[in-house]
């Protein structure tokens, strides 16, 4: 995601209104205000355990200064940070493992006070969480555990079971972004990096491996980006991306190596506090160390501790997984700060997510649907796959299923917001999975049609309600089992247009989007045409490309149907190049049709007025030339958007 210039935290003088505007049309972004930098450390072996708190501003460099007390003498303790509070669990008190999880006010200095307990009596776990929960997981009872179990932040009480880890480790590193909360490394020692879905509850799934197997490798991180830093034997720094699954990379190096240290950040930078090189080292550190998440270097000097310790955990109130508290990059901010009106007509964010070929990529582009420009990036799917099926409110984006790397087939549903580019997350899943299908939707639901799954059609259609979470639902059946469809809507009335069976069709159905039921006949096009792109205005629905009859060659037909009528297509005119396994996005006043073969996979965008007739002109290019992009809606201001 680009940067916001000139950026609030760097910033000084009068700002001038052109640097904002232009940045803003360039790159779709307008500077926000910074975010909150409190960090605290707490506990730890000095050499024995004490109750202290430390803390610092993370923006700034400096010594750590006395924030206040643990309840009680305490090391090895799991934290997380929500925007208010500092919560803190279990540890090692008075020669015993504990259950207590404490807490205390980041805006008032003073000493913790009781929450309640947590379902383990145990130490050395991995901590992390959002505003609305911390999770804590793994540790070490009389022996190592895989548990996980959460707490609700804004209140008080018991802990409550989540699931289980994949492997029974404790001295287990810990961060999260708003949805996924990362666990890794741990006494054997481990390379395995697993998560969980914050919102759900369940067993944590691998999420691939660490540079080098340790234990103590301990994680800050962005909204993007999750660091791990130190551990023991070999104190490396590496990194993953949230949103895809994968093996770490390389970082960089810490100032000090250390293991046994309390990390944190403020979703800018990260600092690694205190550490030895192994707990019963008596040779403990005071220093606090920086890095910057967004860049791959060295760490640098930040300051001390109050004194030297090792086993003492931290958080803060402004990590990756309080987004609210970033700064935000979103096309809908006007420079004065007011939201640009959003839905049919005036919603310019146009996405094009995931693709299959020439290789399988998670790559979402984002287009400025009113302009003529080429797609920068806005994030990515939480799984490289293409050939799903889309849909869209004027906030959110939903991608259902599609075709992953190794022909494997996803149920995935995926979510994104258009007023923050960044990383789709985790929705639900489909009830079939399946790939070729087609989205559509109106400002409440999102419905995806057919679709395919060796060796098989499907005729299912089901829908999600965009506004919540969670796995689809039965609407009714198509016609035909089909797949390859061009799909668009209006606010009432959805269209499904050609197709294949495998043979290609130019069948024309319809549903009424706010019910359930089975598609109704509505006409035909003008050709047999599969893997052609929808879109449309309030009133008009439009197809775009595909492949012909015989598909041996892809096509530069638009057709176009009033929605509210039935009856036949008629002839729009001609893409700029012919191309199939297309994709479409609108503002309900312009058609963008990007990607596709012709024959080679291509980057080229073109758009069309819908209310006119004629040939489309060109837009501009895509990111990577590629094809089988989701289809549907992707776009905050469709027609079916009224």
């Not at 992707?634 to 027609?639: I, R």
Request: some cysteine; hydrophobic content about 30%; glycine content about 14%.
């Amino acid at each position: 995601m680009a940067n916001s210039y000139p950026r609030r935290d760097q910033a000084s003088g009068v700002w001038k209104i052109n640097q904002i505007t232009k940045n803003i049309k360039d790159q779709g972004t307008y500077p926000q205000t910074s975010n909150q930098n409190t960090g605290l450390y707490g506990g730890g072996d000095s050499p024995s355990s004490v109750n202290t708190i430390d803390t610092v501003q993370i923006n700034t460099a400096g010594n750590a200064t006395d924030f206040g007390d643990l309840i009680s003498t305490v090391s090895n303790p799991a934290a997380n940070g929500s925007f208010t509070r500092g919560i803190y669990s279990n540890g090692y008190s008075g020669g015993a493992n504990i259950n207590i999880i404490q807490y205390i006010d980041f805006k008032s200095q003073g000493n913790m006070a009781d929450f309640g307990d947590s379902t383990i009596s145990g130490r050395a776990r991995a901590g992390g969480g959002n505003n609305i929960r911390s999770i804590y997981g793994g540790g070490f009872v009389s022996g190592n555990v895989n548990t996980i179990d959460f707490i609700t932040n804004a209140t008080t009480g018991n802990a409550t079971d989540f699931g289980d880890r994949t492997e029974d480790r404790n001295t287990v590193g810990g961060a999260a972004n708003t949805t996924r909360f990362l666990m890794a490394g741990g006494s054997a020692p481990s390379t395995v990096i697993d998560f969980v879905e914050i919102s759900t509850t369940g067993n944590a799934t691998d999420f691939g491996d660490l540079t080098v197997a340790r234990l103590s490798a301990q994680a800050f991180a962005s909204a993007t980006r999750c660091v791990f830093a130190g551990g023991q034997p070999a104190a490396t720094v590496d990194y993953v991306e949230f949103g895809s699954l994968g093996n770490a990379t390389d970082f960089g190096d810490l100032a000090v190596d250390v293991a046994y240290q309390g990390t944190t950040s403020n979703s800018i930078r990260g600092i690694v506090m205190g550490g030895s090189a192994t707990p019963s080292d008596s040779t403990k550190k005071n220093d606090i160390q920086m890095l910057s998440i967004a860049t791959r270097a060295n760490a640098t000097d930040f300051g001390d501790l109050t004194s030297a310790r090792n086993n003492g955990y931290s958080c803060s109130n402004g990590h990756g997984g309080l987004q609210e508290s970033q700064p935000r990059a979103p096309e809908l901010y006007s420079p004065t700060g007011k939201v640009v009106p959003r839905g049919s007509g005036v919603g310019n964010v146009g996405l094009f997510a995931g693709y299959h070929a020439p290789s399988h990529s998670s790559e979402i582009d984002f287009i400025n649907i009113q302009s003529t420009s080429n797609a920068t990036d806005f994030g990515n799917l939480t799984v490289a796959r293409g050939r799903g099926g889309a849909g869209s409110s004027s906030t959110r984006l939903i991608v259902f299923g599609g075709e992953t790397p190794s022909s494997g087939v996803s149920d995935a549903i995926d979510s994104t917001e258009f007023a923050s580019m960044g990383n789709a997350a985790d929705f639900g899943n489909l009830s079939v999975t399946r790939y070729q299908t087609g989205g559509l939707s109106n400002q409440t639901r999102a419905v995806n049609c057919g679709g395919y799954n060796s060796p098989a059609f499907y005729n299912t259609i089901e829908y999600v309600t965009i506004t919540t979470t969670g796995n689809a639902s039965d609407f009714g059946d198509l016609s035909a089992a089909k797949g390859s469809c061009g799909t668009t809507s209006s606010s009432t009335r959805g269209l499904i247009m050609g197709g294949r069976t495998p043979s290609n069709l130019n069948v024309i159905e319809y549903i009424t989007i706010g019910s359930t039921g089975n598609a109704t006949d509505f006409g035909d096009l003008t050709d047999n045409t599969s893997t052609n792109a929808g879109a449309s205005s309030t009133t008009r629905g439009l197809s775009a490309g595909g492949l012909n009859p015989g598909d041996s060659a892809g096509v530069n037909i638009i057709d176009y149907v009033t929605i509210a009528s039935t009856g036949n297509a008629q002839d729009f005119g001609d893409l700029t190049v012919a191309r199939y396994i297309i994709a479409g996005t609108s503002n309900s006043l312009r058609a963008v049709f990007g990607g596709g073969k012709a024959p080679s996979d291509s980057n080229v965008m073109d758009y069309v007025t819908i209310a006119s007739t004629g040939n489309a002109a060109d837009f501009g290019d895509l990111i990577t030339a590629s094809s089988g992009r989701s289809e549907g809606q992707c776009s905050n201001g469709h027609g079916g958007l009224s």
